[in-house]
């Protein structure tokens, strides 16, 4: 696993067996200026556009607080912990006072991520969206699979926010996709990502499930995505955009998610949920 705490404490590395499993886009810019393309940025507070900073808000461009560097736990366990306060830079954007905590939590085959978003004002309510805008490195994106989302509903990105109800057992992607699956199950499998093997992505008080790949034309308008590239990642998202999150004065929210990789003969094994 390998964090960067100069744009948003994301990870842009995670090695099962000496594999990467996450993209990362040879264009991407580390300066710390902008996002990181590829990795695992922290999408906070706001999903999208936003009038009053920058898209998917400031989270993932703002320096986070290492407040305890990767260390090996008696467990075997490697834990790292971040956390983010309110500052002038983004009070200029969003006026309210919040800290987050963010743990980060390394396994033989998963890695596991576990947030909490506090309220500290007395008389103040804030709304807010998040999400971990996972990206995967994948051989091929057009033979993956994604289970879980049969049934659920879906604002289509591509076709102007139009509202549809997913009709298949199994997503494959073969087009431009962009698409905020809402009241998804805790858990998706994906398959056939690197060397052919399964994922197992759980998540815990996400709700919404983002599917995005830019495909060949929107790869072209992206300045820091190689046009070559798309077939080689997949995002699939865990997170809480398609309504806010209210937090009350005083109050906190939390939320995790778990990638695993699958190894044959370990299907049927899940991870224990770390609440």
């Known amino acids: 696993m390998s964090l960067t705490n100069q744009s948003g404490a994301t990870v842009v590395s995670w090695r099962v067996n000496n594999q990467e499993q996450l993209f990362v886009s040879k264009l991407a810019s580390f300066d710390g200026k902008k996002a990181i393309r590829g990795g695992i940025p922290f999408v906070f507070p706001q999903f999208g556009p936003w009038p009053f900073g920058p898209q998917h808000g400031f989270g993932r461009i703002t320096q986070w607080t290492l407040e305890r560097s990767p260390e090996r736990l008696c467990n075997g366990d490697v834990e790292a912990l971040f956390s983010l306060m309110d500052t002038d830079f983004t009070r200029s954007m969003w006026n309210f006072p ?5 743990r980060l939590i390394l396994r033989e085959k998963e890695l596991h991520f ?19 805008h996972t990206y995967l490195k994948v051989p091929d994106v057009r033979r993956c699979q994604i289970t879980g989302l049969h049934g659920c509903t879906f604002i289509d990105k591509t076709r102007d926010g139009a509202v549809y109800q997913e009709g298949r057992e199994i997503v494959a992607i073969n087009e431009w996709t962009d698409r905020v699956y809402q009241h998804t199950p805790h858990e998706h499998i994906i398959t056939n990502v690197v060397s052919g093997r399964k994922m197992r992505l759980q998540k815990y008080n996400f709700p919404d499930t983002v599917i995005w790949n830019p495909w060949v034309e929107q790869a072209r308008e992206i300045s820091d995505f190689g046009d070559d590239e798309y077939p080689n990642m997949l995002c699939v998202e865990a997170g809480h955009v ?34």
Do not use: C, M, W
């Open 98 to 102: 919040f800290r987050i905590t963010y």
């Open 114 to 132: 576990h947030i909490g978003v506090f309220n500290p004002s007395k008389d103040l309510t804030f709304s807010f969206n998040l999400l971990l």
């Open 242 to 275: 398609s309504s806010p999150v209210i937090l009350l004065p005083g109050t906190a929210f939390e939320a995790s998610q778990i990638l695993q990789i699958i190894i044959e003969g370990n299907v049927s094994r899940k991870s224990k949920r770390n609440r």
